[in-house]
């Protein structure tokens, strides 16, 4: 069977229309994700307020930085319990980056303790690896995540990463798509009940990121 267009997807999201708040806690690059969001068929909009990101049908958390100063703007701007309460109530989420990161137990990057959702930890590239890992990389499928509906028109494309940390998983299970640089095939597409994580920039890959965001939107 023919994998639809990507302005069919979108076109099914834009008849849902959901509404996709972009939390804006100070740490993150709010501007291209909502622009992201917008374009793949949500209704998106950027929000510093945990009341009003409560009301949304979709959570974004993005992430640009530092794991431990992510983590503590997180408390300090009192969002953290709108993404756990999100997740507690099997609402989508949708993390960035260093939003993905987050995700995990534990970072090696100011050694700070992350949201522990997903099993595992968050470790610098080894030595002798160019960092950050910057420009464009291709996303593989997972062993048993070939038929994911999230992959489709995304597995063996590229996508654009600016990192220097990277997951790695104590269980296997919630990676979705693989990413090979600095001698590490490390997780780049993360998924866990009703939410979703993606190392790379789906805002700044083009029409890939844009189908990868329609994909999971088309699925809510």
């Known amino acids: 069977m023919t994998a639809p267009s990507t302005e ?13 708040a972009v939390i804006d806690y100070g740490a ?3 501007r291209s994700a909502k622009r992201g969001f917008d374009a793949a068929g949500g209704d998106a909009f950027v929000t510093e307020e945990a009341a009003v990101a409560e009301r949304a049908d979709v959570l974004v958390v993005p992430g640009v930085g530092h794991f431990a100063t992510c983590v503590a703007q997180l408390h300090a701007w009192g969002i ?37 959702l997903l099993p595992g930890h968050v470790e610098r590239f080894p030595a002798g690896a160019v960092v ?14 070939e038929a ?30 693989r990413t090979a640089y ?15 994580g993606t190392q790379f920039h789906p805002e700044k890959s083009g029409e890939v990121g844009l189908r990868l965001l329609a994909n999971w939107l088309r699925a809510l």
Do not use: K
């Not at 950050?132 to 995540?145: F, K, L, N, R, T």
């Open 8 to 20: 069919r997807v979108v076109a099914e999201v834009r008849r849902a229309r959901p509404r996709v």
């Open 28 to 30: 993150g690059n709010v």
């Open 80 to 116: 953290e319990q709108v993404v756990r309460s999100f997740i507690e109530d099997q609402r989508p989420v949708f993390g960035i980056c260093v939003g993905m990161q987050l995700l995990y137990e534990r970072s090696d990057e100011g050694d700070s303790a992350g949201l522990g």
């Open 132 to 145: 950050p890992h910057m420009g464009w990389d291709v996303v593989h499928a997972a062993e048993g995540s």
């Open 148 to 177: 994911d509906p999230l992959l489709e028109g995304i597995a063996g494309e590229r996508c654009y990463f600016v990192h220097s940390y990277y997951a790695v998983p104590r269980d296997r299970t919630h990676v979705v798509g």
């Open 182 to 196: 600095g001698g590490v095939d490390f997780p780049c597409l993360v998924r866990e009940g009703s939410v979703v």
